[in-house]
């Protein structure tokens, strides 16, 4: 309840009259209260903030001394949060009993600090983070086969001898990109070989978390780093399980960004590995994870991979038997008609393929219904010219099979409409008007421009 009162009490109702309760709480005789009052720690301090070192530190510390280990394990688990509310050189003493606590002789209590250390180093600015803490935190790499326990220095102290859980490894693996940009880029090297044990670990779940979080470790590292350590690791996890595979890929433009022109055209088979499986409808998901991306990757490379590599994809891609493809696809049309503004020739050839959707199958005529607005958004006037026949014919069909086809067109001339007025647009909703169209207005009775 004092956590809760404290957002309505404010600092200085609840430092008269809530933390005095505290004080004399932490000595109650039943353990889970004690627990209780480290549990709801949070709300207090960030009420009371820079106060937390002189009026919250006393009561924790008192706490950490505690005979029952749930209570030791508690005041772990709220550390993380007295340090976020306390200044670079008060922590020195969280730090002390840190230590105390990774080094206790109950099991819970130690994995409980093994595994928020990771966060504990993150509440410390760059210049302040010690290295002990370094050193705890690399040793959540532990890795375990054939019953021998290695370290990253290939030791194995005598306090962490017999201590081994499989959670903290992928709890190191899942800090990890927190703990390097703490760090900074003159952490790497302290932090390299922990990497490569995280990147190798049996557990698929760790290697997820790696997968998932290259692109961060990426932005630290630097463009020489990319090449020589991360990218070994990406070829790798190419051939890993499809859950590590879709984390791989679903970041990879950021990747690429972050490299060298040399680099990224050495590694365009990437783009193309993931869409050679494309007649297997098992790997869509793999599809649209490129697709949504492939619009920005081209603003990347030079306009003769564009064209003879990028485009032929994007054309795949845009007609994809899975809808939700081709729709990741046509969203990043926009950044593939950019890339190729300075050359008229290759643009015309793919804006002539995009047109040539508006006379194929029902499902290409709604990609490019939707794919207009985007267009008409980089030149009013080319859409004008150039699209806006096209969608008209469209919007113009009046068959039953071509329902959706129609509502999609109108859905599009409505949006693009609202931006610039055109008198084509303007007959065609005055025809559905004029012949009461009910199908089509009750269908768009959520657009207001036919209310």
Not at 323 to 344: C, D, P, W
Not at 423 to 438: A, G, P, V
Request: charged share 20%; hydrophobic share 45%; with cysteine.
């Amino acid at each position: 309840m004092i956590s809760v009162l404290a957002s309505a009490f404010g600092k200085n109702k609840t430092i008269t009259y809530s933390i005095p309760i505290l004080n004399k709480l932490k000595t109650d005789q039943c353990y889970s209260v004690r627990v209780a009052i480290l549990s709801n720690l949070e709300p207090i301090c960030e009420v009371i903030n820079i106060s937390t070192k002189l009026l919250i530190f006393p009561i924790w510390e008192y706490l950490v001394n505690d005979e029952i280990w749930n209570v030791r394990k508690a005041c772990v688990n709220s550390i993380v949060t007295l340090s976020q509310f306390m200044k670079n050189k008060d922590r020195m003493e969280l730090v002390y009993y840190f230590c105390k606590l990774i080094d206790d002789n109950v099991r819970w209590v130690k994995l409980a600090a093994y595994l928020i250390v990771g966060k504990f180093i993150t509440t410390f600015s760059k210049d302040s983070i010690v290295e002990i803490l370094i050193y705890y935190f690399k040793n959540l790499s532990i890795s375990c086969a054939n019953d021998k326990h290695y370290l990253i220095n290939n030791q194995v102290s005598k306090e962490n001898d017999h201590f081994y859980d499989c959670d903290m490894i992928t709890k190191c693996a899942f800090d990890f990109p927190a703990v390097l940009i703490a760090l900074g880029k003159n952490g790497w090297t302290n932090l390299r070989e922990t990497f490569i044990i995280l990147t190798q670990d049996v557990n698929v779940q760790t290697r997820h978390s790696i997968a998932s979080s290259l692109h961060i470790i990426a932005t630290v590292i630097g463009a020489e780093e990319i090449e020589k350590t991360l990218f070994p690791v990406i070829h790798e996890y190419t051939t890993d399980d499809n859950f590590v595979k879709l984390e791989l890929f679903s970041n990879i433009a950021n990747i690429l960004r972050l490299t060298t022109n040399e680099i990224r055209d050495r590694n365009m088979w990437l783009i193309n590995y993931v869409c050679e499986i494309k007649k297997n409808d098992l790997f869509w998901r793999f599809r649209e994870t490129i697709a949504s991306q492939l619009g920005e990757i081209t603003t990347l490379y030079s306009l003769d991979i564009i064209t003879n590599k990028l485009i032929p994809t994007i054309k795949l891609l845009l007609t994809d038997p899975v809808a939700t493809v081709r729709r990741a696809m046509y969203k990043q049309i926009g950044f593939v008609i950019t890339s190729l503004l300075h050359n008229e020739k290759e643009k015309r050839l793919f804006c002539d393929y995009l047109l040539s959707l508006a006379t194929k199958h029902y499902q290409h005529k709604i990609i490019f219904s939707k794919m207009c607005p985007i267009i008409f958004d980089i030149s009013n006037e080319e859409f004008i010219t150039y699209f806006l026949p096209s969608l008209l014919n469209l919007a113009n069909i009046n068959e039953s099979h071509t329902t959706v086809v129609r509502i999609q067109a109108i859905k599009t001339l409505l949006r693009i409409n609202t931006k610039v007025k055109n008198i084509q647009i303007t007959e065609i909703l005055h025809h559905l008007h004029k012949n009461k169209d009910s199908e089509m207005i009750s269908l768009l009775k959520d657009q207001t421009h036919l209310k």
